[in-house]
């Protein structure tokens, strides 16, 4: 047993402070370059946020016209972004001259659009001279936007779109199209609700704004730190504790943020030195640490930001989506604590002792009320209460019962009392700061939707998803494995350039028409492709959480990014199960509540009970050990049988248990061999 001690919940001294810079600089890839301002700017930045988080609670309740919701989010998220993100990194921490100018265009076209009144829409198949102006403006607005958060990327990949609408006509079959002139693509994208204001800043506006805000919330109220707290007293004291943690903390802490490399980032800071101290090495470990950020963009209740799209694509309930995602959720959990088990007895790793704070029982039993706001969000949907209205409620909850305890108020009880000045309490309570941050943390997200919103204008307008669809289909020969094998290729692909919520919008229209036409469930079809677009959190060059876990482990930050797909490659061919069999659709437990009431459970248990046996022997295969280090040969059943077990075939099914228990029959008999080491 190590002598070696981990505290709870602290950034370990092995953490180096140029570590967790480095692993700022990730987080900055991700979400832009900061500006850190002082005095009257940063108090001014502090009070638009707060306000904007305020107006959009206040709409979760009101009503308010759909078009003017859209505007005044872009107009906000515009405003913040030029104050917030500098032009370069040498101009950072201050406001310069030319960001006053973006910022007022940006509330200037949405003035604009409210003054116009129902007139402005009217006029959208012929606008006139001023539209067109405000119209293009916007544009460029959004492409500065999306550059000084995003990076160039996403701003290339949507003017690549654009000049495919203008150019059309110049294009060789099939992609070829009339063309449209400047006016028609303004009408289209400025003047209607199918491109800039439509589908992704319909979300970004009433959903993930509200989802930031509510994960604003139990972030300081002391939720967060509970989380991890919990995780470390419950799973301490074996061996297999410290990838156990790791496991739990990151879905209790990711579930409610929905961020892959904030998760890593938080946990990793803690956690990484222990995991040094029983034997994974350092690019092991920040794979570990990634694999388990990546669980926060699929698991509930908040799943990411695509997850409210997927909703909004389908026209279903999120809870729908939420409960969509739960066996596929609990099944990239359990190939992460297989990788995790076979990790001890494969590289022979030692006790780790921790030293517990407190008990896990004498934590919940003080901090429970944090388990209810989490779980509170579902609560409120099952008793039908929409969407807005659930996490707002829950938002509510989590404020409430943070008075509880006088560590977790979000208002200080002296302050309450009167015992404070009334400015400078409430300038340093958890509320500002969670009203503040939550509409920080949506600045980069929303300015992708809004961005992605043109790209969706051009497949709209110019019909290119059926275009790409039926290309897609010919090259497949009409085979729904082949396509399935394509749409991943090409989601994969995408997402090597662009984030998730990005890479979902532009293969949603444009790779899932293919397998919707042959006969696929619309359900099915996009949470296969919201599935391979997380990929994108864990594939080079925008790896973001492989490479920020390994700025804190010390590893390298390739071969980080490939133990990182070690652990979670079992888990995502399980996707292939949705679209390659109807049996197979018992996993997303058939899309809605209404069709599970009249679902064959035998027959979702089945399923769930193949994919998780799949799942064993293809994490078995990879990491070369079952009940002991496995022959090339046994490896290679392993892998075999994991990809037929996916395969949802009685005859497929049947071979591959047959191969798991030849493997282990063929080990059960070398059980007096010594193992290899």
């Known amino acids: 047993m190590s002598d070696d001690v981990t505290l709870l919940h602290r950034p370990a001294p092995e953490v180096s402070a140029e570590a967790l810079q480095r692993a700022e600089e990730m987080i900055e890839r991700e979400e832009g370059v900061h500006n850190k301002l002082s005095g009257w700017l940063a108090a001014l930045v502090t009070v638009v946020a707060v306000v904007m988080s305020l107006f959009h609670l206040y709409t979760a309740y009101?009503?308010?016209?759909?078009?003017?919701?859209?505007?005044?989010?872009?107009?906000?998220?515009?405003?913040?972004?030029?104050?917030?993100?500098?032009?370069?990194?040498?101009?950072?921490?201050?406001?310069?001259?030319?960001?006053?100018?973006?910022?007022?265009?940006?509330?200037?076209?949405?003035?604009?659009?409210?003054?116009?009144?129902?007139?402005?829409?009217?006029?959208?198949?012929?606008?006139?001279?001023?539209?067109?102006?405000?119209?293009?403006?916007?544009?460029?607005?959004?492409?500065?936007?999306?550059?000084?958060?995003?990076?160039?990327?996403?701003?290339?990949?949507?003017?690549?779109?654009?000049?495919?609408?203008?150019?059309?006509?110049?294009?060789?079959?099939?992609?070829?199209?009339?063309?449209?002139?400047?006016p028609r693509l303004v009408g289209h994208m400025y003047m209607t609700l199918e491109g800039i204001y439509g589908t992704a800043i319909n979300v970004s506006s009433?959903?993930?704004?509200?989802?930031?805000?509510?994960?604003?919330?139990?972030?300081?109220?002391?939720?967060?730190?509970?989380?991890i707290d919990f995780s470390f007293s419950a799973m301490g004291g074996r061996p297999t504790s410290a990838g156990r943690t790791v496991t739990l903390a990151s879905f209790l802490l990711g579930g409610p943020s929905g961020s892959g490399v904030a998760t890593t980032v938080t946990l990793g800071a803690v956690a990484?030195?222990?995991?040094?101290?029983?034997?994974?090495?350092?690019?092991?470990?920040?794979?570990?640490?990634?694999?388990?950020?990546?669980?926060?963009?699929?698991?509930?209740?908040?799943?990411?930001?695509?997850?409210?799209l997927i909703a909004e694509f389908l026209k279903i309930s999120y809870l729908d989506v939420i409960l969509m995602a739960v066996i596929p959720t609990?099944?990239?959990?359990?190939?992460?604590?297989?990788?995790?088990?076979?990790?001890?007895?494969?590289?022979?790793?030692?006790?780790?002792?921790?030293?517990?704070?407190?008990?896990?029982?004498?934590?919940?039993?003080?901090?429970?009320?944090?388990?209810?706001?989490?779980?509170?969000?579902?609560?409120?949907?099952?008793?039908?209460?929409?969407?807005?209205?659930?996490?707002?409620?829950?938002?509510?909850?989590?404020?409430?019962?943070?008075?509880?305890?006088?560590?977790?108020?979000?208002?200080?009880?002296?302050?309450?009392?009167?015992?404070?000045?009334?400015?400078?309490?409430?300038?340093?309570?958890?509320?500002?700061?969670?009203?503040?941050?939550?509409?920080?943390?949506?600045?980069?997200?929303?300015?992708?939707?809004?961005?992605?919103?043109?790209?969706?204008?051009v497949v709209t307008l110019t019909g290119l998803g059926l275009k790409f669809s039926s290309i897609v289909?010919?090259?497949?020969?009409?085979?729904?494995?082949?396509?399935?094998?394509?749409?991943?290729?090409?989601?994969?692909?995408?997402?090597?350039?662009?984030?998730?919520?990005?890479?979902?919008?532009?293969?949603?229209?444009?790779?899932?028409?293919?397998?919707?036409?042959?006969?696929?469930?619309e359900y099915a079809a996009h949470m296969f492709i919201f599935y391979y677009a997380v990929l994108s959190e864990v594939s080079p060059p925008t790896a973001l959480s492989p490479f920020a876990a390994a700025a804190i482990t010390g590893g390298d930050p390739y071969k980080t990014t490939l133990q990182c797909w070690k652990y979670t490659t079992p888990a995502f061919l399980v996707p292939f199960m949705f679209v390659l069999d109807p049996s197979g659709q018992g996993l997303l437990l058939m899309g809605s509540t209404k069709a599970l009431a009249g679902a064959d459970w035998g027959s979702i248990a089945m399923v769930t009970f193949t994919a998780a046996a799949g799942i064993g022997a293809l994490a078995a295969g990879f990491q070369g050990w079952l009940l002991r280090r496995t022959l090339l040969v046994e490896r290679l059943m392993l892998i075999i049988a994991g990809f037929l077990l996916v395969y949802p075939d009685r005859t497929t099914d049947a071979v591959g248990f047959g191969l798991i228990a030849l493997v282990l029959a063929w080990q059960y008999m070398r059980r007096q061999e010594v193992p290899r080491r």
């Open 206 to 227: 009433t959903l993930i704004i509200l989802f930031t805000i509510y994960g604003a919330f139990l972030q300081f109220s002391g939720a967060g730190k509970f989380y």
């Open 330 to 457: 609990c099944l990239y959990y359990l190939a992460l604590f297989i990788m995790v088990e076979i990790d001890v007895r494969k590289f022979g790793m030692k006790d780790a002792v921790f030293e517990r704070v407190e008990s896990a029982w004498s934590l919940t039993k003080k901090y429970w009320f944090h388990f209810l706001s989490l779980v509170s969000i579902i609560v409120f949907m099952m008793m039908g209460f929409s969407p807005e209205l659930s996490v707002f409620w829950a938002t509510v909850v989590a404020f409430v019962t943070s008075f509880l305890r006088r560590d977790c108020a979000m208002l200080s009880y002296d302050w309450l009392r009167g015992r404070e000045p009334i400015a400078r309490g409430f300038a340093d309570s958890g509320l500002l700061k969670a009203l503040d941050g939550g509409s920080r943390a949506v600045l980069n997200v929303a300015a992708t939707c809004a961005g992605a919103g043109l790209i969706v204008g």
């Open 272 to 308: 990484a030195p222990m995991l040094a101290k029983v034997g994974y090495s350092k690019n092991e470990a920040g794979g570990l640490l990634a694999a388990g950020g990546l669980g926060a963009i699929i698991s509930p209740p908040v799943l990411g930001a695509a997850a409210f």
């Open 62 to 182: 009101a009503i308010v016209r759909p078009e003017h919701l859209r505007a005044i989010h872009v107009a906000f998220v515009l405003v913040l972004t030029f104050m917030i993100f500098p032009v370069a990194r040498r101009f950072r921490h201050r406001v310069m001259w030319w960001d006053w100018l973006l910022a007022l265009g940006g509330l200037a076209t949405a003035a604009y659009l409210i003054a116009g009144g129902d007139e402005f829409f009217d006029r959208s198949i012929e606008p006139n001279d001023w539209d067109i102006v405000f119209g293009i403006g916007l544009a460029i607005l959004i492409l500065e936007a999306m550059r000084r958060t995003t990076g160039w990327i996403m701003p290339f990949i949507s003017v690549c779109f654009l000049l495919y609408a203008f150019f059309g006509e110049y294009l060789p079959a099939p992609w070829t199209h009339k063309g449209y002139e400047i």
């Open 473 to 521: 289909l010919a090259y497949a020969g009409n085979s729904l494995l082949l396509t399935a094998l394509y749409t991943a290729l090409i989601v994969w692909i995408v997402g090597l350039a662009v984030p998730v919520t990005a890479s979902y919008i532009i293969c949603a229209v444009i790779a899932a028409p293919a397998l919707i036409a042959l006969k696929v469930p």
